[in-house]
């Protein structure tokens, strides 16, 4: 998700193309084109500004709908409906041949979901299975510790800075918790998945968020060739109840 504002200016996107199953966007006011997936201006009179990121998380709806009861939701428009994708879009573009160059020694298949995160010029993709099984990640990317947690929906992923008052905590899943909820080493605080602290010493206190891309391996790898790849370690020690 971007800002539609450049150097004062708004302007107005629509889809002009897909090059290797990404969106390319081009803009009614001076016709330069964008890539999708970067914010990065491709061809044009804007070429090499990027778009500024507005962070966005990638939740199933159950999940949002508990945590904005009262939120809106985008109907589809019926006069256009025969334009959209199939239910089973994603399916049909499995099928699809990329372009991107298969490394005979990668250890992710192509069409790998990946859980991407890019901070202070370093990249690295967290393989969505391996998420599922290990539920929760601590590392640290660039020079910001970080976590990453699966929802109790095996689907959507959220990450955060682990700093809190200039002290990086470790964070476990609570055992048995229904919705998710974390607790760190450090002061036993108890979390929620927004990252908001719930009850204990910390309560109150709001975790910094972290922009997470879902996306394909093949696509990741593209726009991020130097990044590096996270591999699925021993299970986190859960924290006692």
């Not at 967290?126 to 699966?150: I, N, S």
């Not at 108890?190 to 010493?201: E, H, L, N, Q, Y």
Request: aromatic share 10%; charged share 30%.
């Amino acid at each position: 998700m971007w800002e539609s504002e450049v150097d004062g200016k708004r302007l107005t996107f629509h889809l002009a193309g897909i090059n290797n199953q990404n969106f390319i966007m081009r803009d009614d006011e001076t016709g330069t084109w964008w890539q999708q997936v970067s914010g990065e201006a491709l061809h044009g009179p804007l070429k090499g500004k990027r778009l500024t990121q507005v962070y966005n998380d990638e939740l199933s709806f159950a999940l949002w709908k508990r945590e904005h009861s009262r939120g809106r939701v985008l109907r589809p428009d019926e006069r256009v409906q025969k334009n959209y994708e199939a239910a089973n879009w994603e399916e049909e573009y499995a099928k699809f041949r990329v372009v991107t160059p298969v490394d005979a020694n990668d250890k992710l298949k192509p069409r790998t979901l990946v859980a991407g995160v890019a901070l202070d010029g370093k990249a690295m993709a967290y393989p969505m299975p391996d998420l599922e099984k290990q539920r929760l990640v601590l590392d640290t990317v660039g020079k910001t510790p970080l976590f990453l947690v699966m929802g109790e929906d095996n689907k959507s992923v959220r990450a955060f800075d682990r700093t809190v008052d200039g002290r990086v905590l470790e964070f476990f899943v609570k055992p048995d918790a229904t919705p998710l909820q974390l607790t760190d080493a450090e002061t036993a605080t108890i979390w929620d998945f927004s990252g908001k602290a719930v009850s204990g010493p910390m309560a109150g206190k709001q975790l910094r968020k972290v922009t997470v891309l879902k996306d394909y391996w093949f696509d990741w790898k593209i726009y991020h060739p130097d990044t590096a790849v996270y591999t699925l370690g021993e299970r986190l020690p859960q924290a006692n109840p």
